[in-house]
């Protein structure tokens, strides 16, 4: 069971925005409770962005339990793909610095695997799915589902001001069977909803 134990992001001391990041008091959304921005950031300007390549927290503070560094570098790899895909919807995709580009970092700093033959039963019997419904309802993430945590740091890529920052953590509704089907599955949820949630974060 140790596995499945949901991780609650920290304030992580080695990340470049250590210093910036504060409780976020700009929101009720759970999902990020350490937050910054510049108080004249003005990201709608911007038109392109610059994904730096995914970084895997080393920090003594990494919240990863168990998971193996090849389960850790499995989902930085997949963290890449689904924010660029997801980025690309909107932005374009560049390689060069220039005055309407964005640069992102993001940092996967912690993860939390799904027990899968338990956690698909218990959503597939009767009473483990009206609690499951509940538990999504209410937003709170199922004991049994994995979990994902990763900090995102932008800046304008011309002069590597940091514009906002934030740490995040996400999962899988507590009632979706599909992300329970793989020991990594529910935290890859997890990675797609952060990938959505960001370009509503950049508005």
Do not use: W
Not at 40 to 45: F, G, N, S
Not at 49 to 69: E, I, P, W
Not at 128 to 138: C, F, N, Y
């Amino acid at each position: 069971m140790a596995g499945c134990v949901g991780t609650t992001p920290v304030h992580y001391q080695s990340l470049d925005s250590t210093a910036q990041l504060a409780p976020n008091m700009h929101s009720q959304d759970k999902h990020v409770p350490l937050y910054y921005s510049a108080p004249d950031a003005q990201l709608a300007r911007y038109t392109q962005v610059m994904l730096d390549t995914v970084t895997v927290y080393n920090g003594d503070d990494q919240q990863f339990g168990t998971l193996s560094a090849t389960e850790r570098q499995q989902l930085a790899d997949y963290m890449q793909t689904q924010f660029g895909q997801t980025l690309g919807q909107r932005y374009v995709l560049t390689s060069m610095a220039g005055p309407a580009t964005l640069r992102i970092h993001l940092t996967l700093t912690g993860a939390s695997t799904s027990v899968p033959v338990l956690s698909t039963v218990k959503q597939i019997l009767p009473v483990g799915a009206v609690l499951g419904t509940l538990k999504s309802a209410a937003d709170k993430p199922s004991k049994s589902l994995g979990s994902v945590t990763y900090a995102v740091e932008i800046y304008d890529s011309q002069s590597n001001r940091l514009l906002r920052a934030f740490v995040a953590k996400q999962y899988p509704a507590a009632e979706n069977i599909p992300a329970s089907l793989g020991s990594l599955s529910a935290a890859e949820t997890g990675i797609k909803k952060g990938a959505e949630a960001l370009l509503t974060q950049l508005e």
